[in-house]
């Protein structure tokens, strides 16, 4: 259980979804002093901007980053940025994922596979998540403690592939993992009170799940509200033994 409060965190993803939900969550903290909200719009999201307003009127710092994950040049101006106006983060949370789009659909058969999606969907799950670490290094590696968790998902599991299907989504997101394992292991050496985590959300009501919903059971659906409140108590839950996990939303520990 960690003993030292959160004070400024940094969510990826922040404009919709699950990201949008721990930033609500995020705010509604008497204890949080700082919010970085990141997405590829999150300076122009009315919701973010509404938040902001709130957060800057309660007397708290709220910076809406436009950042790219895919993009290292993007990365380096939020890096630029935040050296300027945060010393200390305590907590980074990366939400970024990509299921579809206009021009990729989750492939159910080997005929379905092309290399340009294959490329975007990894570029998204997989090189994001250890870009974006890279980029946030100065406080990774800072002698504190400091929770890096980004959102991973259960079909990235090797073990658990039962089913098939999904042939990018879960490729990129074990490889993700990969990267998340390895990043724990270089950072218990570089700063031990550094934690690291993959986490599993569940099916969740948002764009990304959307048009995969219709075989999910009501009370399998969950809302982006009960997962942010579910996987903040496993961020805050865990120490430095839990680095390197894969955790879903309830605390079950996910086999790779
Ligand atoms: N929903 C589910 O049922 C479910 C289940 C298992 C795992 N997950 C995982 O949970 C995470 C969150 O999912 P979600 O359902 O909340 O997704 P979502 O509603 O699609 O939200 C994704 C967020 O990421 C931002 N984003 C997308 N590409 C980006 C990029 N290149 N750089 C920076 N920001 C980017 C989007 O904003 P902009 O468009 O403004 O950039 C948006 O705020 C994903 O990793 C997903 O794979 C979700």
């Not at 101006?77 to 907590?91: A, E, F, H, S």
């Given at each position: 259980?960690?003993e030292?409060?959160l004070?400024?965190?940094?969510?990826?993803g922040a404009?919709s979804g699950i990201?949008?939900?721990?930033?609500?969550?995020l705010?509604?903290?008497?204890?949080?002093?700082?919010?970085?909200?990141c997405s590829?719009?999150a300076?122009?999201?009315?919701?973010?901007?509404?938040?902001?307003?709130?957060?800057v009127?309660a007397?708290?710092k709220?910076?809406l980053l436009d950042?790219?994950?895919t993009d290292?040049?993007s990365l380096?101006?939020?890096?630029?940025?935040?050296?300027k106006?945060?010393q200390?983060i305590?907590?980074?949370?990366?939400?970024v994922?990509?299921?579809?789009?206009?021009d990729?659909?989750?492939?159910?058969a080997?005929?379905?596979?092309?290399?340009?999606?294959?490329?975007?969907?990894?570029?998204?799950?997989?090189y994001g998540?250890?870009l974006?670490?890279q980029?946030?290094?100065?406080?990774?590696?800072a002698?504190?403690?400091?929770?890096?968790a980004?959102?991973?998902?259960?079909?990235?599991?090797?073990?658990?592939?039962?089913?098939?299907?999904?042939?990018?989504?879960?490729?990129?997101?074990?490889?993700?993992?990969q990267?998340l394992?390895?990043?724990?292991?270089?950072l218990?050496?570089?700063?031990?009170?550094?934690i690291?985590l993959?986490?599993?959300?569940g099916t969740?009501?948002?764009?990304?799940?959307?048009?995969?919903?219709a075989?999910?059971?009501?009370?399998?659906?969950?809302?982006p509200?009960?997962?942010?409140?579910?996987?903040?108590?496993?961020?805050?839950?865990?120490?430095?033994?839990?680095?390197g996990?894969?955790?879903?939303?309830?605390?079950?520990?996910?086999?790779?």
């Amino acid at each position: 259980m960690r003993e030292t409060p959160l004070k400024n965190a940094l969510i990826m993803g922040a404009s919709s979804g699950i990201g949008h939900a721990i930033a609500e969550r995020l705010a509604a903290d008497p204890g949080i002093e700082t919010l970085v909200l990141c997405s590829r719009s999150a300076g122009s999201n009315v919701p973010l901007l509404s938040l902001q307003s709130q957060l800057v009127t309660a007397g708290k710092k709220c910076l809406l980053l436009d950042v790219d994950i895919t993009d290292e040049v993007s990365l380096l101006g939020m890096t630029n940025q935040l050296r300027k106006d945060l010393q200390v983060i305590d907590l980074i949370v990366n939400t970024v994922g990509l299921l579809h789009s206009r021009d990729v659909s989750p492939e159910k058969a080997l005929e379905l596979i092309s290399l340009p999606s294959m490329q975007q969907v990894f570029a998204v799950n997989a090189y994001g998540p250890i870009l974006l670490a890279q980029a946030l290094l100065p406080w990774l590696k800072a002698r504190r403690p400091v929770v890096f968790a980004s959102l991973s998902a259960r079909v990235g599991s090797i073990t658990d592939n039962r089913l098939g299907g999904w042939y990018s989504y879960r490729a990129s997101k074990a490889a993700q993992n990969q990267f998340l394992k390895t990043l724990a292991i270089e950072l218990a050496r570089r700063n031990p009170e550094a934690i690291v985590l993959a986490l599993h959300p569940g099916t969740t009501d948002t764009g990304l799940s959307r048009p995969f919903q219709a075989n999910v059971t009501q009370e399998k659906l969950f809302t982006p509200a009960f997962v942010a409140e579910h996987l903040l108590q496993q961020i805050t839950q865990a120490t430095a033994e839990d680095t390197g996990s894969f955790i879903a939303w309830d605390g079950q520990r996910i086999v790779w």
